[in-house]
């Protein structure tokens, strides 16, 4: 099993930024990626970046491209995450999730709340 902590959030004003930590702890010898949903009420969730942890690799949406960084701790299973140029629209609940080569996006974290006042 994998226990997902995140950290940061709260509320910002538009055009400002917050930063989003998620510590793994646990099995973290099998995880493949680490990454970011976020949901609001009412609406599906929704994925907003990943990292893969073997590789390095990254992937936004397009929704965040250009002003959301997703990066790792090196040698830890800690992910981070960079949010600039906040808006409105980027509020709600963002939760951390991981996953292993067999159990796609398998683990989440409990979720922390953004708000962004416009």
């Known amino acids: 099993q994998v226990q997902l902590v995140e950290s940061g959030g709260g509320m910002a004003p538009a055009g400002g930024s917050l930063r989003l930590s998620c510590a793994a702890s646990g099995r973290t010898v099998y995880l493949y990626a680490m990454g970011w949903f976020r949901q609001v009420p009412g609406k599906d969730r929704e994925f907003v970046a990943a990292f893969r942890l073997g590789g390095g690799g990254v992937v936004y949406a397009d929704s965040v491209k250009g002003r959301f960084n997703i990066s790792r701790d090196k040698g830890k299973s800690t992910v981070h995450l960079r949010m600039d140029s906040l808006k409105p629209e980027d509020t709600a609940v963002y939760y951390c999730?991981?996953?292993?080569?067999?159990?796609?996006?398998?683990?989440w974290g409990q979720g922390t709340q953004v708000t962004v006042s416009s």
């Open positions: 999730a991981a996953q292993t080569r067999t159990t796609d996006w398998g683990f």
